[in-house]
């Protein structure tokens, strides 16, 4: 089992950065597929973007390419998602969610243990 905290929320102009953190408990943190989620007020989950165990694979949501950045250090036990030229759009309240295993997924429903959320608000 996995203990997922993110930090790194807040409030940003658009056009801002923002860097998330997912902290994760235990000594097999290597071993989870990573992803990120968002969920905004009104609307369904969706995936952000997720991180093979090595962090040699990676995929995006559309809306977020070129502009998101996910990574992990396995040493650390923490993987990232650096968001740059944010938008109003991106405001939600943001998860990071481990899978054991070596499938890389974007199905939210295929993760196992999800953090508490970390709300983003991107307003000027």
């Known amino acids: 089992q996995v203990q997922l905290v993110e930090s790194g929320g807040g409030l940003v102009q658009p056009g801002g950065s923002l860097r998330l953190s997912c902290a994760a408990s235990?000594?097999?943190?290597?071993?989870?597929?990573m992803g990120w989620f968002r969920q905004a007020p009104g609307k369904e989950r969706e995936t952000v973007a997720v991180i093979s165990q090595s962090g040699g694979i990676t995929n995006y949501a559309d809306s977020v390419k070129g502009r998101f950045t996910i990574s992990r250090d396995n040493a650390k036990n923490t993987v990232y998602l650096q968001m740059n030229s944010l938008k109003p759009e991106d405001t939600a309240v943001y998860y990071c969610a481990a899978r054991p295993g070596t499938i890389l997924t974007t199905l939210g429903v295929r993760y196992d243990y999800w953090g508490q959320g970390t709300q983003v608000t991107v307003s000027s």
């Open positions: 235990g000594r097999t943190f290597s071993r989870y597929t």
